[in-house]
């Protein structure tokens, strides 16, 4: 069993920077790929980064290339997404994942989600 709590979010102007964190509890979370969803009012929910559990593979959805990264801190037992450049379009509620597969992109744990609100 994985519990996870998501902090960080907030309200920022277009072209600013968040940092999300993912506080996790269970001693497997070291073994998890870990990951970011996001959904927007109306919208489904999407992919949006992970991070393989050994740190070694990644993977990011292509609107986010180049502005958000995705890390971990096993010892600690937190996943962090630094979100650069912040567009309006980001906005949504980010929700902290546990990961069967970097492949698959399985979920078998959620987070409650922390509001990012990006305005123009």
């Known amino acids: 069993q994985v519990q996870l709590v998501e902090s960080g979010g907030g309200l920022v102007q277009a072209g600013g920077s968040l940092r999300l964190s993912c506080a996790a509890s269970?001693?497997?979370?070291?073994?998890?790929?870990m990951g970011w969803f996001r959904q927007a009012p109306g919208k489904e929910r999407e992919f949006v980064a992970a991070?393989?559990?050994?740190?070694?593979?990644?993977s990011y959805t292509d609107s986010v290339k180049g502005r958000f990264t995705i890390s971990r801190d096993n010892a600690k037992n937190t996943v962090y997404l630094q979100m650069s450049t912040l567009k309006p379009e980001d906005t949504a509620v980010y929700y902290c994942?546990?990961?069967?597969?970097?492949?698959?992109?399985?979920?078998?744990?959620w987070g409650q989600g922390t509001q990012v609100t990006v305005s123009s």
């Open positions: 269970g001693r497997t979370f070291s073994t998890y790929t």
């Open positions: 994942a546990a990961i069967r597969s970097l492949a698959t992109l399985g979920v078998d744990y």
């Open positions: 991070m393989h559990w050994s740190g070694s593979g990644t």
